[in-house]
């Protein structure tokens, strides 16, 4: 069996039964998709970031091809953002002021004259995941990734994700609250309620047999978004 790319143990962020995020452990190899299912609330944006380095867990560990990352010093974070791991954000509408990205990274998602601004949805998702492909990105984090994105674009990031895990061999984690889209594309699956895993299993088994009947509560939210 392949050697995990990326490992997620017993992970929080904040402390309690109030922690954004409580106690969350996945891996994932390489060529695979995980599946981070959940409502608006549930959790699944500050577990990414914390996974993308945005800011350390508050307790457990992230492990990089063996190597814990969780608590590197800021030269050695950079490095990793820079060349091992891509986080992309959910899209935002056309012309509104993209506060979600690291000023040192906004070049690459807008022409030099619109620094200030994002593309159209679904734009960012295919510039990052197309600079993943080029530099052989190990990992790439997806937060709501096709959120109000047209058909034909969603089918290119499709296209897209497809080529960097049969070329790169990257390890994807996808954060969604629409069922389908774990359904289509991942693996395995997690599903977080309240910051906490109510859900674990290949994404067959808990979409088909979900051992928290809550979980379905996510169809109806999707609907009515």
């Known amino acids: 069996m392949a050697r995990a790319i990326l490992e997620v143990r017993d992970l929080w962020v904040g402390d309690g039964p109030g922690a954004a995020v409580q106690g969350v452990s996945f891996t994932v190899g390489p060529g695979q998709v995980f599946g981070v299912l959940g409502g608006p609330e549930a959790g699944k944006s500050r577990l990414l ?11 457990g560990g992230i492990y990089f091809r063996g190597d814990e990352i969780s608590g590197v010093g800021p030269d ?22 993209d506060s979600t990205v690291e000023r040192g990274r906004s070049a690459l998602l807008v022409a030099p004259r619109r620094q200030a601004t994002v593309p159209v949805a679904g734009m960012r998702q295919r510039i990052q995941i197309a600079k993943a492909l080029t ?4 990992v790439l984090l997806l937060d709501e990734p096709f959120a109000g994105v047209e058909p034909q674009v969603r089918r290119r990031i499709e296209e897209l994700l497809q080529r960097l895990r049969e070329e790169v061999g990257a390890a994807v984690v ?4 629409d069922p389908e889209v774990c359904g289509r594309l991942a693996h395995d ?10 859900d674990r299993g290949t994404t067959t088994g808990v979409l088909e047999q979900p051992a928290d009947a809550r979980r379905w509560g ?8």
């Open 218 to 225: 996510l169809a109806e939210e999707r609907r009515t978004a």
């Open 174 to 177: 996808i954060a969604t609250r």
């Open 135 to 138: 530099n052989g990105t190990q």
């Open 189 to 198: 699956l997690l599903v977080l309620r309240d910051g906490e895993p109510v």
């Open 49 to 59: 970031r914390c996974v993308g380095l945005d800011y350390p867990p508050t307790a």
């Open 76 to 97: 050695r974070r950079r490095q990793i953002r820079a060349r091992d791991i891509e986080l992309v954000h959910p899209p935002a509408p056309e012309g509104t002021r």
